[in-house]
């Protein structure tokens, strides 16, 4: 008798292993163990996240998106119309620009799904959602990403931080990279081992990424490190899929994230008074902006 309850990145291949199954079919039946919804319930939620992810996709990019500021907004066009000349191709161009959108819309106050968190609800629907059209996935298939993604990020949060304020950007967009990776790989064929590489890289590409927003709003930096984290899980998932594995295994991985989240300085950590934050240029924004209210 398989029990399906886990906790860390090792927990989560040893069911995986003994089940044969691949992370998004255990993440499902730790949910089914815990008998709080059904099957059909689980993925009637995940189907409408999924609904709620692809419109806001679609608004970020077809209605005019400007942050309550006035400091954000439309560059996501602006990368969607660069697409042909774009030399990261039109696929991956596709990708940055949707997480860019979602990200926006977010800062407009506009409908999104905190996968995991709001500054970085772009990276996931991105990543899952322009892929799956691509290559003409299914919803079903789109819903078991989803579920692959939950599964690694309820392992960050339970062993680490999903949040700026208490783990640095690296916990946040760096989070939603790691989820993603994960997902795409499973998408693309690769093992729940492959799904850990992946993730395991995109946490490590942004080790010690602080969290600095201008102002203290979600706007500058968070949508182009929506866009860069969108990038960084489709280049680590590509990584596992030509057969590099990670040096530090995953749940290693998350361990160093949260105690570099713990070194972090409080200023750079959602405070809005260290990095980016600090700048003269961005001292004269949120001067600006206080002057408005
Ligand atoms: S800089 Fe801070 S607020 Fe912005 S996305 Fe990163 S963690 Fe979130």
Do not use: W
Not at 67 to 75: A, K, N, P, Q, R
Not at 155 to 173: D, F, M, P, R, V
Request: with cysteine; proline share 3%; aromatic share 2%.
């Amino acid at each position: 008798m398989i029990e399906y309850s886990f906790s860390s990145g090792k927990e989560l291949l040893e069911i995986c292993h003994a089940a044969q199954i691949p992370i998004s079919e255990a993440a499902v039946r730790r949910e089914l163990e815990r008998e709080e919804m059904d099957r059909g319930e689980i993925m009637s939620e995940m189907r409408i996240d999924l609904e709620v992810m692809r419109e806001s996709i679609r608004v970020g990019l077809e209605e005019q998106q400007i942050s309550i500021t006035g400091l954000m907004g439309e560059d996501a066009d602006k990368l969607m119309a660069f697409t042909e000349s774009a030399v990261m191709g039109r696929e991956m161009t596709r990708i940055v620009a949707s997480a860019m959108a979602v990200t926006e819309v977010n800062a407009s106050m506009g409908r999104i799904v905190a996968a995991p968190t709001a500054g970085a609800s772009g990276i996931l629907p991105a990543v899952l959602i322009q892929y799956g059209d691509e290559h003409d996935l299914s919803e079903d298939q789109l819903v078991a990403g989803l579920c692959n993604a939950g599964a690694i990020g309820m392992i960050i949060a339970h062993n680490a931080s999903l949040a700026g304020a208490s783990g640095g950007c690296q916990a946040e967009t760096g989070s939603a990279a790691a989820m993603a990776a994960s997902a795409l790989t499973e998408l693309r064929g690769g093992t729940p081992d492959m799904c850990l590489h992946a993730a395991a890289i995109a946490l490590k590409n942004v080790m010690g990424l602080v969290c600095d927003p201008v102002a203290g709003l979600v706007e500058c930096p968070c949508i182009k490190r929506n866009a860069i984290g969108a990038a960084n899980a489709v280049l680590c998932s590509d990584m596992v899929m030509a057969g590099i594995e990670s040096v530090i295994p995953f749940d290693e991985v998350v361990t160093a994230m949260r105690n570099v989240g713990r070194m972090m300085h409080p200023d750079l950590r959602e405070t809005a008074r260290g990095g980016l934050a600090a700048t003269p240029t961005a001292q004269r924004i949120a001067q600006k902006i206080r002057n408005y209210e």
